[in-house]
C-alpha cells in the first residue's frame, strides 16, 4: 500500500531530548555523535516504500536500494570498497534443484538391494554442480558431530574416509543451541565421500512431517558461483547428500539392530551395506544482484589495514508475499521488510554519518557492508566471507545488525554471541555510555545466532555478534521474567503476526527515536573495537574459536 511520508514532530522532539539525556551520563571528555531520527526515518521510508517492491535480489527494486545505500556512502566521502574502485561487489547467483527422475541411490543392506527412489522415500535439495556421486561403504555415525568440550565425538572408533556417513538429522539434546545449529550446519567430517540423513517422526523439529519435506525439497534454491563459475569450495554441496524417509531410516537402523529411540544413544558403527548415490540438479539462469561496500579509512599507520566490518542485509522477500495470520491490508501482496532489514541498514547508515562527521577517523579501518541475499540463505554475507574485496587475514571483527524491532522505547539490547569472543565486553561498556543495559538472549531456544549475516564471518573465524533490540521497554518492571515484559511482548507481536509479511511496512507505528538510540550503540561498539590496542579475539575454550579459529591466540572470558 502506498503511504505518505510525514516527519512526526514529536520524534524529532524525543531525539533531541535523547540526544541531551545520553550526553549527560557521558564522561566530560567525551562527545558523542548526534543521532537524528529525522534522517533514520527517511532511510527506512525509502527502502521500505511500495515503489521498492520488496527488494527481492536481482530485482529492479533491489538495484534501486544498493543504489541508494551507494549514494549515501559516497556523500559521507566513504572510500569505495568494491570491484573495480566502485562500491559494488557482484555476486552471480544460480537457482538449483534436485532433478527426482534422474538422481539415483543404489542402496544394498546385509547384501540385498533396497528400494531407495528419489522423490518417494529419498530427497536432496541438490547441489551447486550439475552432477555429484559418491559411492562407498556404510557407516553409522551418529547426529555425525563433534564437540570435545561437551563430551560428543560421533566419529570415534571408526573410520570414514571415503565411506558413506549415515546419521540421524538434527544434534544430540543437551547441547547450548547456537552450538547445536553450528554443529548440524557444519560439513560432514573425516573425508566422507557421501552423507544419508536418517529422518523420523521423533527427530523432525521444525522441518515438519516427511510429506512437508518432500514438497519443500522438490523447489528450487539459490546458490552463489564466483566469476569462473565455482561455487562454494567447502559445504554440504561438495559431497552427494540425501535424507530418507522414517520407513526407511528404520530398515537401516534395523540392519545393525537399533530403533529411532536406541540409535540416539548409540555409538558409531560400521553397517554390513553400500550405496551408490547420484545426485542430479536442474540447473537455473543466473542472475546477479550486489553487494554495497564502503570504507572509512583508518588514522593508525599500524593498525588501518585491519577491517572492523558492521553489516546490514539489503534485500527482503519481494512482491509476491502471501498474508500471515491475516496480516496487512487485503490485496497488499508486497513484502516491504521495514523492519527486516531497513531499519538495520537505516542503523548502519546513520552509525557511519556519526564516524564521518566527527572529524577523526577511528585507528582501525570500518568497512560498512550491505549485503544481498540474506533472506536466501546468508548468501551475499556468504559471499563476501569467502571472497573479501580486502585481504581476508585483515578482517578482524563483524558487528551485524539485522531486524531491530523499533515498536517500543527499548531500555536494552541482545548481542547474541556477545559470550563468545572479547567483544562481550565492549558491548557492555557502550550500551552502558548509551544509557541502556545489556540483556541475555529471552529466547535461546531459537538458535538465533546461527540464523544472520554475522555466522558467515563467524564461519570464517571472525569474532562477531548480532545486535537486536531487547525484551525490556522503558517503564517495563524489570522484576518481571523477560518474556513478562512489554518490550518482549512487542517483539514476540511482531515476530508472530508481522514477519515475513505485507504488514511489515510503513503503517507500523514505528518509534523513530529508538532508530537514533539503536544507531548510536552500534557506533559506540564499533567505535571501541576500531580503537582498541587489540584486536577481538575469541574466548578460551570457546567452540566457535576452536571450529573455525583453531589455533589463534585467546581472550580470558571478563
Known amino acids: 500500500m502506498k503511504t505518505k511520508s510525514f516527519i512526526s514532530a514529536t520524534a524529532l522532539l524525543a531525539t533531541s531530548m535523547f540526544a541531551l539525556a545520553a550526553c549527560d551520563q557521558q564522561p566530560a571528555e567525551e562527545v558523542l555523535p548526534e543521532m537524528s531520527a529525522e534522517r533514520f526515518e527517511a532511510h527506512v521510508r525509502f527502502l521500505a516504500s511500495d515503489d521498492l517492491g520488496g527488494r527481492d535480489v536481482g530485482s529492479v527494486g533491489y538495484q534501486t536500494a544498493a543504489d541508494y545505500v551507494a549514494q549515501n556512502f559516497s556523500d559521507m566521502g566513504l572510500v569505495p570498497g568494491g570491484e573495480d574502485g566502485g562500491y559494488f561487489q557482484t555476486v552471480t547467483f544460480r537457482s538449483t534443484g534436485v532433478d527426482n527422475e534422474k538422481s539415483t541411490m543404489g542402496l544394498t543392506l546385509g547384501g540385498e538391494d533396497t528400494a531407495a527412489t528419489f522423490g518417494d522415500n529419498v530427497v536432496s535439495q541438490g547441489a551447486s554442480a550439475a552432477e555429484v556421486m559418491a559411492s562407498g561403504d556404510l557407516v553409522f555415525v551418529g547426529y555425525g558431530v563433534q564437540s570435545p568440550e561437551h563430551g560428543v565425538d560421533s566419529f570415534a572408533g571408526v573410520e570414514t574416509e571415503g565411506k558413506i556417513l549415515v546419521r540421524l538429522y538434527g544434534t544430540p539434546a543437551g547441547l547450548p543451541s547456537d552450538v547445536a545449529a553450528s554443529l548440524r550446519n557444519d560439513k560432514p567430517r573425516g573425508g566422507a565421500a557421501g552423507v544419508i540423513v536418517l529422518f523420523s517422526d521423533q527427530l523432525k523439529g521444525r522441518v515438519g512431517s516427511w510429506e512437508r519435506l518432500k514438497g519443500f525439497t522438490g523447489g528450487s534454491r539459490l546458490n552463489w558461483f564466483t566469476p569462473d563459475g565455482k561455487g562454494k569450495p567447502t559445504t554440504q554441496e561438495a559431497i552427494a547428500g540425501a535424507m530418507v524417509s522414517p520407513e526407511l531410516s528404520a530398515t537401516i537402523l534395523a540392519s545393525i539392530g537399533l530403533d529411532m529411540e536406541s540409535a540416539k544413544t548409540a555409538v558409531a558403527a560400521d553397517i554390513s551395506g553400500s550405496a551408490d ?15 554495497v561496500v564502503g570504507i572509512l579509512e583508518g588514522s593508525d599507520p599500524e593498525l588501518k589495514d585491519q577491517y572492523v566490518v558492521i553489516s546490514a542485509h539489503l534485500d527482503h522477500t519481494g512482491d509476491q508475499c502471501a498474508n500471515r495470520n491475516g496480516a496487512g491490508a487485503e490485496g497488499d501482496t508486497i513484502c516491504n521488510g521495514a523492519m527486516d532489514n531497513a ?42 566471507a569467502y571472497n573479501p574485496t580486502v585481504p581476508r587475514e585483515s578482517l578482524v571483527a563483524n558487528v551485524n545488525l539485522d531486524m531491530p524491532v523499533l515498536l517500543y522505547d527499548f531500555a536494552d539490547v541482545v548481542a547474541f554471541g556477545s559470550e563468545h569472543s572479547s567483544i562481550g565486553p565492549v558491548a557492555a561498556r557502550a550500551t552502558a555510555k548509551a544509557g541502556i543495559n545489556l540483556a541475555e538472549d529471552p529466547m535461546p531456544e531459537e538458535g538465533l545466532f546461527t540464523r544472520s549475516d554475522h555466522y558467515r564471518f563467524v564461519q570464517q573465524g571472525i569474532p562477531s555478534i548480532f545486535l537486536m533490540t531487547g525484551p525490556t521497554a522503558v517503564g517495563d518492571d524489570t522484576s518481571l521474567p523477560a518474556k513478562e515484559r512489554n518490550g518482549y511482548k512487542s517483539f514476540r507481536g511482531f515476530l508472530d503476526s508481522n514477519y515475513h509479511s505485507p504488514a511489515d511496512d510503513l503503517m507500523q507505528p514505528i518509534v523513530w527515536s529508538a532508530g537514533a538510540k539503536f544507531s548510536l550503540v552500534n557506533y559506540l561498539i564499533i567505535k571501541e573495537i576500531a580503537n582498541a590496542d587489540e584486536q577481538p579475539r575469541w574466548n578460551e575454550g570457546n567452540s566457535f574459536g576452536d571450529q573455525y579459529a583453531p589455533g589463534e591466540p585467546r581472550a580470558k572470558a571478563e
Open 277 to 291: 548415490l547420484k545426485v542430479v540438479s536442474k540447473l537455473g539462469d543466473e542472475i546477479s544482484s550486489p553487494n
Open 343 to 384: 531499519t538495520g541498514t537505516a542503523s548502519m547508515l546513520e552509525a557511519a554519518r556519526a564516524f564521518t562527521s566527527m572529524g577523526e577517523a577511528p585507528r582501525r579501518s570500518v568497512m560498512f557492508l550491505s549485503v544481498t541475499a540474506e533472506e536466501k540463505g546468508l548468501l551475499g554475507a556468504e559471499y563476501f
